[in-house]
């Protein structure tokens, strides 16, 4: 009965949250990356991503908003069941949307709104010291969560823009005592968004929960980054820690395999994709 499970037919073995515990003990770096549809899914997927997530950032690369704010639930379960159709091996997560969490009954009901109905394998939520009771909820009823720390996108207006976070040793103390307080209430892993490289250390060193970082440095478990930024298909600026795989690559597909690569062997991020 579980065979299937576990094999879903491929020549590898899917990814799940053993799986990414097991990449950290072992010191291999997990690629991550996002994705809204079916045929980038089954790109990122053949190129040997091992966590797929449908994040809010559709909102700005898919919808054309300036924020992730107007992202729903009912966006994101559209995106997830498109994206969960091209994957066969990598590990399904799905964000939860502006206020779809604001209490642990609400957090509840939307993760499995995502779980059910989109067939994500892990919920991510931006979340601190205020999210502590939702994360130990979810994590009561055995739904994965990781938990979005230093810029949290969802916040911008509140912050003041999207700005690097940590780089007051106060603040940087308080996120560090988030990430373990996070872990003590049950999340599985942490993205870590935006912070210099010495807090990106200091919260890797902190916590037994694998990290992800995005602008958070090489000294984490893995890496990730929004697709449409590597593909050079986001116009405009893009942010510090971006590369542009698509220099050198003939097609998409290389192009990833070129982030996996660089991922896994540590090439990226360089120190021009780093904060201090
Ligand atoms: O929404 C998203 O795509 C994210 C990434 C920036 C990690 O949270």
Do not use: W
Not at 36 to 45: N, P
Not at 251 to 271: C, F, H, M, N, Q
Request: net charge negative; charged share 20%.
């Amino acid at each position: 009965m579980y065979t299937q499970l576990e094999q879903r037919g491929m020549a590898e073995p899917p990814v799940n949250v053993a799986t990414l515990q097991k990449m950290k003990a072992d010191g291999e770096a997990i690629a991550c990356l996002t994705a809204y549809d079916a045929s980038f899914s089954m790109l990122v997927d053949a190129a040997g991503t091992d966590l797929v997530l449908v994040g809010d950032s559709l909102g700005m690369v898919i919808q054309g908003h300036d924020t992730t704010i107007p992202v729903t639930v009912t966006d994101i379960i559209y995106h997830t069941k498109n994206v969960a159709r091209g994957l066969s091996r990598a590990f399904l997560v799905a964000d939860m949307p502006f206020m779809s969490y604001a209490d642990p009954g609400q957090a509840l009901e939307n993760s499995v709104l995502l779980m059910q109905e989109g067939g994500a394998m892990m919920i991510k939520l931006e979340g601190g010291e205020g999210q502590l009771d939702v994360v130990e909820h979810l994590a009561k009823h055995d739904i994965p969560v990781c938990a979005h720390i230093g810029l949290k996108p969802q916040s911008v207006h509140k912050i003041g823009g999207f700005r690097v976070q940590g780089r007051e040793p106060e603040q940087a103390k308080k996120m560090l005592e988030s990430a373990k307080h996070l872990q003590d209430c049950g999340a599985d892993i942490v993205l870590l968004e935006c912070v210099p490289n010495e807090v990106g250390e200091a919260i890797h060193d902190g916590i037994d929960l694998p990290v992800i970082g995005i602008g958070a440095g090489p000294h984490v478990d893995g890496q990730i980054l929004v697709l449409y930024d590597i593909l050079d298909i986001t116009p405009g600026r893009k942010p510090k820690f971006v590369r542009n795989f698509m220099t050198g690559a003939d097609t998409p597909l290389e192009a990833i395999r070129g982030y996996v690569k660089a991922v896994k062997d540590r090439s990226y991020p360089a120190p021009e994709h780093c904060f201090s």
